[in-house]
């Protein structure tokens, strides 16, 4: 089957996680991904452990499937040659700080100027605008200023930033929808765009209902560990082997005579403080210790075969190798092994994306530095070998593997 973007070029020069994630997902749809990477080292990421075989796991699970080339932007021959291969692309993609390509000579009127359908994705900590626009930001940063560690973790504790780099995977997301709106648009219009896509706007943006709460209630909402704020039970439960998550749906009070009845707490079922939601709500700090007192008598596996009977949203907190190793996770195809020469073979977690005409999933290893260099120059630009070496030794370009970086990986 075709892939859905599979007519779709992308001058990828992203680093680290945002924008390579966006330019990943877009891969995985079947989009040339072509990574355009700085010398002499190329992306960071590359340095980031752990590493297999010398490869960077990091650089290896959010680049699978793309291109790369290795040129010098800074030099003005490999600024001209970038702005003939932006004449045959649709897309560029950027999370510099802002101001970078403009410097270059690159921004975005520049490229427009040379292809008026391309579509500019820019991906920044601030975006843009605004009087934060020049600091740098990573996604510690981020997750801090947009208010998400100040409503994560247990009450009247410390901060805790979620174990997933939230910061960066949002931004990286909205950048991909961004695009693909952007590739329809211009279907309509005939014309390219430049996205703006800011770190900080995406953080607010999944916040779900703590602004709202805010503005309602006039307090600020706080740390409830795994408490949902306006539905109770709705968190996770300690059993006697492990930990179990319960969540009933809201206004589905039936849900709450079965919990009662399979607890063996039939006198909560009609206990006044507890049985309605709004009720069970106000007084969580009465009523989870009566549920915690239940729960731990009996294992998480227990648990969940009468859960599930009775229909009542519950699931095991898991471990990762709990989860890779989920017979839904594995039926589902989500983990996937991709083998590349030197790095050897690591399994990495596929795109959710399941489409019924079109393929979509992983496409390959990730690229080595350079490794395409001159297949980009002679596919979009027509260069033969001697004119691509010329190049390289002129520092224009790099090709086929780069510099040996091992002694910056160890």
Known sequence: MPRPLEDITILDLTWVLSGPYASMVLCD???????????????????????????????????????AMAMDLRKPEGQEIFLRLVEKADVVMENFTPGTMEKLGLGYDALAARNPRLIMARTSGFGQTGPYRDRPALDIVIQGMGGIMSITGEPGGNPVRPGASLGDISAGLYTTVGILAALHERERSGKGQELDISMLDCQVSVLENAIMRYFVTGKPP??????????????????????IVVALAFGEENQWQMFCGILGLPELMDD?????????????????????????????GEWMEDFVNAGIPSGPLNSIPDVVADPQIQHRGMIQPVTHPVAGTIPIANTPLRMSRSE???????????????DVLREFLGLDAAEVERLVARGVVATDGGPDISAITG
């Open 29 to 67: 749809l079947g989009a040339d991904v072509i990574k355009v990477e700085r010398l002499p080292w190329g992306d960071i990421a590359r340095t980031t452990g752990p590493y297999q075989n010398g490869w960077s796991g990091y650089f290896f699970s959010v680049n699978r499937g793309k291109r």
């Open 272 to 300: 006044p403080r507890f049985d309605t939601g709004p009720r069970r709500n106000a007084r969580h700090a009465e009523l989870e210790p009566i549920l915690i007192a239940a729960l731990r008598s009996r294992t998480t």
């Open 222 to 243: 706080e740390a409830i560990g795994t408490r949902h704020p306006s539905a109770t039970p709705f968190q996770a439960f300690p059993t006697k082997d492990g930990y």
């Open 360 to 374: 979509t999933g992983i496409k390959g290893a990730p690229p080595s530095f350079g490794q395409d260099t001159s």
